[in-house]
């Protein structure tokens, strides 16, 4: 882990900033190299970006730049579940592992500054890069993200977090105005940046839309007064890439590393400076924040060599497949689910990506494995001889439906794509080897909530003519269960699942792995039950309700509550009992597997507030946590919430309040009345 920053540290820093010229100080404040490697390589993070510091002349220390949310993205590492399908386990534990794993490649493959740890809210669910993020609530992203960014760490590699901030739209990203009131930006968009913040990440990235009025790598409130004045945060921001940062001002708002290259700085804040419109001290403050960073980090004793063998290992391939293992989200089971080996002879496994390996979208976040298992692969790998796998694509709905009909058992695999949602890539750089949409771009917000016509017709069809089947749905975020699921009997969220998803699946579905994943969102009945989403908007307003929230406002059902997941076995969640201490809650909650399998259960504490002093949200998640239990085994399991978590921000003062008066814990394993049992208490 990276040493704390103390006297030395700033002291060397200082000292090297000293022996600086201003061309040299200015020279650490940008990324070097990139259009020239892109160029020749046409592949984005072919090899690690030199992205702030490094000075050849005093041997100061670069940073060393990779992506990825769901993996390392240079060279063939190994590729995990996407975030949302990771958000889908509940478990920071089973993340600190995926980011250990990660921090580790990044190592071996010379990088010491990742940009992988995405905590964009999801706001909407049409938002495109949905995938990248774990879920709509500001809870339950801060402690997946901080449990990334620990993992991360450990291996002296330099976490970023992303984007900085509200940046939950992705067309329109590079110039829609995100209009939000202190309140909804304190206590919805931002808690979760503060989480990693306390967590010790070391590098911002700022996000590319506009937060009322100004560009988030222009943007002082932001950038100066929230994150490293009221905050506290000693690490450094850099821009998001190429159209992040618009001008040298975006020093004197507090952007310190203009990335991934040279465009606005370099001669350009030179002179900015000589013309006095950038102040020195401004400069030097920026590139003692990137060297005491990486000082920081390069100083730490490393917890081991990294081998480049240790580039999707063994042990690291292993991660990808548990991680999917315990992210896929059981929604429908009318009692087949698991399938006995014994009663099938074939499985047909139908749809566009039963044999088709579906990762995720190919923007920045693109991981390329080594290798990958397909549904159907991972299926005729677990079958061996026991059973026949039968392939059809599903574009002939007669032939997928004979074919459908003569198996003993039925995968129908369904669901989005690189192509219709993602990181919006337009057709100038689109790398697609030629099979990119008709104008040529990738990726993008989603253009609706439900499967297309044709996948709609193939679940409805195939579905009657099959009991024995599961509609397996690969998508970055929600996608509505409609009428075409009418006859499904068994449904599953397998999202995008990495490299060992096929794996994953099998061992699901012949239960060898018990389901424990969990919707990281609500699952709406109709789109006109979320909030307003406009993929082209120029400005746009971000109210303080969304998701579940939302949905509590308007006492709305949905079709799935956030939280929701079955399982093979079943669970029993007691009353909680709640000690009010000066600074906490301790809660103690029982939860006992009643079946007969081992499995696991998500315990979630959602806290109503009083509500009187203005009006609030129904109830909001506060503490979470996986239990893995063995059949017939009971644990009390305790938490403890700090009371500063239950204040609301007050506009009025610029400050947090306390609300008195009396509070309802409820405790249960998803996020409506009847998975909730309520308890009270009083401050």
């Not at 993200?145 to 291996?155: F, I, W």
């Given at each position: 882990m990276?040493?704390?920053?103390?006297?030395?540290?700033?002291?060397?820093?200082?000292?090297?900033?000293?022996?600086?010229?201003?061309?040299e100080?200015?020279?650490?404040?940008?990324?070097?190299?990139?259009?020239?490697?892109?160029?020749?390589?046409?592949?984005?993070?072919?090899?690690?970006?030199?992205?702030?510091?490094?000075?050849?002349?005093?041997?100061?220390?670069?940073?060393?730049?990779?992506?990825?949310?769901?993996?390392?993205?240079?060279?063939?590492s190994?590729?995990?579940?996407?975030?949302?399908?990771?958000?889908?386990?509940?478990?920071?534990?089973?993340?600190?592992?995926?980011?250990?794993?990660?921090?580790?490649?990044?190592?071996a493959?010379?990088?010491?500054?990742?940009?992988?740890?995405?905590?964009n809210?999801?706001r909407?669910?049409?938002?495109?890069?949905?995938?990248?993020?774990?879920?709509?609530?500001?809870?339950?992203?801060?402690?997946?993200?901080?449990?990334?960014?620990?993992?991360?760490?450990?291996?002296?590699?330099?976490?970023?977090?992303?984007?900085?901030?509200?940046?939950?739209?992705?067309?329109?990203?590079?110039?829609?105005?995100?209009?939000?009131?202190?309140?909804?930006?304190?206590?919805?968009?931002?808690?979760?940046?503060?989480?990693?913040?306390?967590?010790?990440?070391?590098?911002?990235?700022?996000?590319?839309?506009?937060?009322?009025?100004?560009?988030?790598?222009?943007?002082?409130?932001?950038?100066?007064?929230?994150?490293?004045?009221?905050?506290?945060?000693?690490?450094?921001?850099?821009?998001?890439?190429?159209?992040?940062?618009?001008?040298?001002?975006?020093?004197?708002?507090?952007?310190?590393?203009?990335?991934?290259?040279?465009?606005?700085?370099?001669?350009?804040?030179?002179?900015?400076?000589?013309?006095?419109?950038?102040?020195?001290?401004?400069?030097?403050?920026?590139?003692?924040?990137v060297?005491?960073?990486?000082?920081?980090?390069?100083?730490?004793?490393?917890?081991?060599?990294?081998?480049?063998?240790?580039?999707?290992?063994?042990?690291?391939?292993?991660?990808?497949?548990?991680?999917?293992e315990?992210?896929?989200v059981?929604?429908?089971?009318?009692g087949?689910?698991?399938?006995?080996?014994?009663?099938?002879?074939?499985?047909?496994?139908?749809?566009?990506?039963?044999?088709?390996?579906?990762?995720?979208?190919?923007?920045?976040?693109?991981?390329?494995?080594?290798?990958?298992?397909?549904?159907?692969?991972?299926?005729?790998?677990?079958?061996?001889e026991?059973?026949?796998?039968?392939?059809d694509?599903?574009?002939?709905?007669?032939?997928?439906?004979?074919?459908?009909?003569?198996?003993?058992?039925?995968?129908?695999?369904?669901?989005?794509?690189?192509?219709?949602?993602?990181?919006?890539?337009?057709?100038?750089?689109?790398?697609?080897?030629?099979?990119?949409?008709a104008?040529?771009?990738?990726?993008?917000?989603?253009?609706?909530?439900?499967?297309?016509?044709?996948?709609?017709?193939?679940?409805?069809?195939?579905?009657?003519?099959?009991?024995?089947?599961?509609?397996?749905?690969?998508?970055?975020?929600?996608v509505?269960?409609?009428?075409?699921?009418?006859?499904?009997?068994?449904?599953?969220?397998?999202?995008?699942?990495?490299?060992?998803?096929?794996?994953?699946?099998?061992?699901?579905?012949f239960?060898?792995?018990?389901?424990?994943?969990?919707?990281?969102?609500?699952?709406?009945?109709?789109?006109?039950?979320?909030?307003?989403?406009?993929?082209?908007?120029?400005?746009?307003?971000?109210?303080?309700?969304?998701?579940?929230?939302?949905?509590?406002?308007?006492?709305?059902?949905?079709?799935?509550?956030?939280?929701?997941?079955?399982?093979?076995?079943?669970?029993?969640?007691?009353?909680?009992?709640?000690?009010?201490?000066?600074?906490?809650?301790?809660?103690?909650?029982?939860?006992?597997?009643?079946?007969?399998?081992?499995?696991?259960?998500?315990?979630?504490l959602?806290?109503?507030?009083?509500?009187?002093?203005?009006?609030?949200?129904?109830?909001?998640?506060?503490?979470?946590?996986?239990?893995?239990?063995?059949?017939?085994?009971?644990?009390?399991?305790?938490?403890?919430?700090?009371?500063?978590?239950?204040?609301?921000f007050?506009?009025?003062?610029?400050?947090?309040?306390?609300?008195?008066?009396?509070?309802?814990?409820?405790?249960?394993?998803a996020?409506?009345?009847?998975?909730?049992?309520?308890?009270?208490?009083t401050?």
């Open positions: 990276p040493v704390p920053l103390n006297d030395d540290i700033r002291g060397d820093a200082q000292a090297a900033l000293a022996e600086l010229s201003l061309e100080t200015v020279a650490m404040l940008s990324g070097h190299g990139f259009f020239e490697d892109f160029a020749e390589t046409r592949r984005y993070c072919s090899t690690p970006y030199r992205i702030g510091g490094g000075n050849e002349r005093l041997g100061l220390p670069q940073g060393r730049f990779t992506d990825g949310p769901r993996g390392v993205v240079t060279g063939r190994t590729c995990f579940p996407v975030p949302m399908a990771r958000g889908a386990s509940f478990d920071p534990a089973l993340e600190a592992r995926i980011g250990d794993a990660i921090g580790r490649e990044c190592r493959q010379g990088a010491n500054l990742f940009g992988g740890v995405c905590i809210l999801l909407h669910p049409a938002w495109g890069r949905a995938q990248e993020t774990y879920g709509e609530d500001p809870h339950h992203l801060g402690e997946m993200g901080a449990a990334l960014v620990r993992g991360v760490q450990r291996h002296n590699v330099i976490a970023t977090i992303k984007h900085f901030a509200a940046n939950s739209m992705e067309n329109a990203r590079f110039e829609v105005d995100v209009q939000l009131d202190a309140r909804t930006l304190h206590e919805v968009y931002l808690p979760h940046f503060k989480r990693c913040i306390d967590e010790g990440a070391g590098a911002v990235m700022s996000a590319y839309n506009q937060v009322n009025g100004a560009y988030c790598g222009h943007n002082a409130v932001l950038l100066r007064d929230i994150l490293k004045a009221r905050w506290g945060f000693t690490g450094f921001v850099y821009s998001d890439f190429v159209r992040g940062c618009y001008s040298a001002q975006a020093v004197a708002a507090g952007l310190d590393v203009e990335a991934p290259d040279t465009m606005h700085f370099g001669p350009k804040l030179l002179a900015a400076v000589d013309d006095g419109n950038v102040a020195r001290d401004q400069i030097d403050e920026a590139a003692r924040r060297l005491e960073t990486l000082w920081r980090f390069e100083t730490a004793p490393d917890p081991e060599d990294y081998d480049p063998a240790v580039v999707a290992c063994d042990a690291h391939v292993a991660l990808a497949r548990e991680a999917a315990q992210s896929m059981l929604l429908r089971n009318d087949q689910l698991p399938w006995d080996p014994a009663a099938i002879r074939s499985i047909a496994v139908i749809g566009p990506y039963a044999d088709r390996v579906n990762l995720g979208d190919r923007g920045s976040s693109n991981v390329e494995p080594p290798h990958a298992l397909s549904f159907a692969e991972g299926l005729r790998r677990y079958g061996g026991r059973f026949e796998v039968l392939c694509d599903g574009a002939d709905l007669e032939r997928a439906a004979k074919l459908a009909a003569r198996a003993d058992a039925l995968v129908i695999a369904v669901g989005n794509s690189y192509r219709s949602e993602g990181e919006y890539i337009p057709g100038d750089i689109a790398l697609d080897g030629g099979t990119v949409g104008d040529g771009a990738i990726g993008g917000d989603r253009d609706a909530l439900t499967l297309d016509g044709a996948e709609r017709a193939l679940v409805a069809r195939l579905c009657a003519v099959n009991e024995r089947h599961l509609v397996a749905v690969m998508s970055g975020s929600a509505l269960i409609d009428d075409a699921f009418e006859a499904c009997r068994a449904l599953m969220m397998t999202w995008y699942p990495g490299m060992q998803g096929g794996a994953a699946l099998a061992r699901l579905l239960g060898a792995v018990n389901p424990s994943g969990k919707l990281p969102f609500v699952v709406p009945r109709r789109e006109s039950d979320l909030p307003y989403f406009d993929k082209n908007a120029k400005t746009i307003e971000y109210g303080f309700d969304h998701g579940y929230v939302h949905l509590d406002r308007s006492a709305t059902e949905p079709a799935y509550p956030f939280g929701f997941g079955l399982s093979y076995t079943a669970f029993e969640i007691g009353m909680p009992a709640i000690t009010v201490n000066e600074s906490d809650l301790q809660v103690s909650v029982a939860v006992t597997n009643v079946g007969a399998r081992a499995g696991a259960e998500v315990l979630q959602y806290v109503a507030p009083p509500g009187q002093a203005l009006a609030r949200e129904r109830k909001r998640l506060k503490a979470f946590r996986k239990v893995f239990l063995a059949a017939g085994e009971q644990r009390v399991e305790t938490f403890a919430i700090a009371l500063d978590d239950l204040r609301y007050d506009s009025s003062r610029d400050d947090w309040r306390l609300e008195p008066g009396t509070y309802a814990l409820l405790v249960g394993n996020a409506s009345a009847e998975h909730l049992k309520s308890a009270e208490f401050l």
